[in-house]
């Protein structure tokens, strides 16, 4: 896969790699009520969740992350590939555990949102998708975090969750939307691409790209 520079490495496991702009000290608890129902940024209204079908009969639901859902977004990680965790983590040995699956719902609506795709199985959901963005402290940027299952790729779903993050960042009056890249994560760069993100090399080297949008 390559080497990832160690101040790096331990910087993707987080949870949604724009976590560090928020203090600890910032997060207030933990939001259990985001399975459904309209959520309220500013004067904007985003509806969820949101359910569609695809061409194959498989249903999906997007909808905001719960304290609930901490075992199935656990389950999700492990359940990645090794070159999606070392993509999403800069660590294809990654494992979240329930600590940090724990921090990622602790998310209040002025820190940012995190959103989940889940099919629905008899013994409960299953997470195949997650995306999140992160309020940076100037209240006009977020930086973003998105992930799928590698079975369920090609199924829509990044689509689907990418949308819902271009949306409710912009009910927040969120005029940028940024996130760092592995240069070697060709698929990623070409996903954004797509969305008319522009994607340069970062500071720190051409290892990392930089993709931003303007909402």
């Known amino acids: 896969m390559g080497s990832t520079p160690t101040s790096f490495r331990h910087y993707f496991r987080i949870f ?20 459904s129902g309209a959520i309220q940024y500013g004067k904007a209204i985003v509806e969820l969740p949101r359910i569609w079908k695809t061409d194959d009969g498989s249903l999906f639901t997007l909808r905001q992350l719960a304290e609930s859902d901490v075992p199935a977004l656990t389950a999700f990680i492990r359940g990645l590939s090794f070159a999606a965790r070392y993509f999403r ?20 609506p002025e820190q940012g949102l ?34 799928v299952a590698d079975h369920w790729k090609h199924h829509g779903v990044g689509h689907q969750l990418m949308g819902a993050l271009f949306d409710s960042a912009k009910s927040q009056g969120i005029h940028t939307m940024y996130g760092r890249i592995l240069e070697s994560n060709r698929d990623m760069i070409e996903f954004v691409r797509g969305f008319g993100f522009d994607v340069v090399d970062s500071p720190q080297g051409n290892w990392l790209q930089i993709a931003t949008i303007k909402l």
């Open 16 to 35: 949604g790699v724009g976590d560090r702009a928020v203090p600890d000290a910032y997060v207030q608890g933990i939001n259990a009520s985001g399975s």
């Open 89 to 108: 983590f800069g660590d294809a040995d990654y494992d979240p555990g329930e600590d940090n699956a724990l921090r990622a719902c602790m998310l209040g």
């Open 114 to 147: 995190h959103l989940i795709v889940v099919t629905h199985q008899a013994d409960g959901d299953t997470v195949i998708g997650s995306a999140r963005y992160v309020t940076q402290p100037d209240k006009t940027r977020c930086e973003f975090v998105i992930v």
